[in-house]
């Protein structure tokens, strides 16, 4: 009977990291991080999981000569933001990793 109950606790254990990650999901999507390029010229509200909320571009950066340079800042604006994200989840993930070493006794 050893054996069953040992599989019992691991099935609860893995229940336990499947709601974390769950959890953690709903955080990532929750958190709002922003990327920003041209000195806050341009900048982009994201939610951690990539979704793009809003843009805002600063109307003192709008010159008719310059749109290619408006466009390079709208891209590492969100280039900024998705670092962010990726930073975000990163950050998200570790908390699972660690209380799941912690659940492990390391």
């Given amino acids: 009977m050893s054996d ?8 609860e254990q ?7 990650l ?8 929750s958190t ?3 990327g920003s390029a041209g000195g806050g ?3 982009v509200l994201m939610q951690a999981d990539g979704t793009v909320l809003e843009v805002h571009i600063d109307p003192d950066a709008v010159q008719k000569d310059d749109i290619t340079m408006l466009e390079d800042m709208v891209a590492a ?3 900024d933001g998705l670092r962010r994200c990726g930073n975000a989840q990163a950050a998200a ?8 070493s912690a659940e492990d006794g390391g």
């Fill in 4 to 11: 069953l109950s040992s599989n019992d606790g691991f099935l």
């Fill in 14 to 20: 893995a229940q336990q990291i499947q709601q974390q």
């Fill in 22 to 29: 769950l959890d953690q999901r709903k955080e990532i999507s």
């Fill in 32 to 34: 709002v991080v922003e």
């Fill in 41 to 43: 010229a341009v900048t």
């Fill in 77 to 79: 604006a969100f280039r």
């Fill in 93 to 100: 993930m570790a908390r699972v990793n660690t209380f799941s």
